[in-house]
T-cell receptor, first 113, second 116 residues
Framework: DSGVTQTPKHLITATGQRVTLRCSPR?????VYWYQQSLDQGLQFLIQ???????AKGNILERFSAQQFPDLHSELNLSSLELGDSALYFC????????????FGEGSRLTVL | GDSVTQMEGPVTLSEEAFLTINCTYT??????LFWYVQYPGEGLQLLLK?????DKGSNKGFEATYRKETTSFHLEKGSVQVSDSAVYFC???????????????FGSGTRLQVQP
């Protein structure tokens, strides 16, 4: 158990809809990262937050947004969903901004029909 | 930008066979290098790391040496077990001035299947 909790584990929705994925980092970790894992794109970095502030942005679509709250949990919002958004979304956390040893959650599997 | 290239999988081996999974990288600076492992139905977990050239990371019988001259970080294990069946990801993290380091850049992953 990594200590990172993601909900929901599975989500099935329709095109055009909006969903929110939630992540609770390990106790004491200030950084949260979101990654998307799909069969054809591999593991893609989306965005990083550190202590409530956005620190780095990767290949995140404009339809997607995220935030980190004062209690350090984070939410990833995916809107106007398309079939191609079906993927496993991972949250990871680390103590500081210096990356390397990330602790991953078990992921949220999103299926868009 | 930074990138990591791994050998295509799946890699299928018999128990006790020798394992090599190749990983090469492209980076402009001096990255730290990592191997992560993803067991079925689980998230990724750090297997080993190396932070500078010629460092050797090791854990659970796995080893990888940071080779700057060949920009490689190949994963090896002398004798694999069925329980090693998983997907292995090579990753790098490069230092940048403003935030310290970028988030990890991962390779595409290599699936290892070990047969009894």
């Amino acid at each position: 158990d990594s200590g990172v909790t993601q909900t929901p584990k599975h989500l099935i929705t329709a095109t055009g809809q909006r969903v929110t994925l939630r992540c609770s980092p390990r106790s004491g970790d200030l950084s949260v990262y979101w990654y998307q894992q799909s069969l054809d794109q591999g593991l893609q970095f989306l965005i990083q937050y550190y202590n409530g502030e956005e620190r780095a942005k990767g290949n995140i679509l404009e339809r997607f947004s995220a935030q980190q709250f004062p209690d350090l949990h984070s939410e990833l919002n995916l809107s106007s969903l398309e079939l191609g958004d079906s993927a496993l979304y991972f949250c990871a956390s680390s103590l500081g901004q210096v990356t390397g040893e990330l602790f991953f959650g078990e992921g949220s599997r999103l299926t868009v029909l | 930008g930074d990138s990591v290239t791994q050998m295509e999988g799946p890699v299928t081996l018999s128990e006790e066979a020798f394992l090599t999974i190749n990983c090469t990288y492209t980076a402009t600076g001096y990255p730290s290098l990592f191997w992560y492992v993803q067991y079925p139905g689980e998230g990724l977990q750090l297997l080993l790391k190396a932070t500078k050239a010629d460092d050797k990371g090791s854990n659970k019988g796995f080893e990888a040496t940071y080779r700057k001259e060949t920009t490689s970080f190949h994963l090896e294990k002398g004798s694999v077990q069925v329980s090693d069946s998983a997907v292995y990801f090579c990753a790098l993290s490069e230092r940048v001035k403003d935030t310290g380091r970028r988030a990890l850049t991962f390779g595409s992953g290599t699936r290892l299947q070990v047969q009894p």
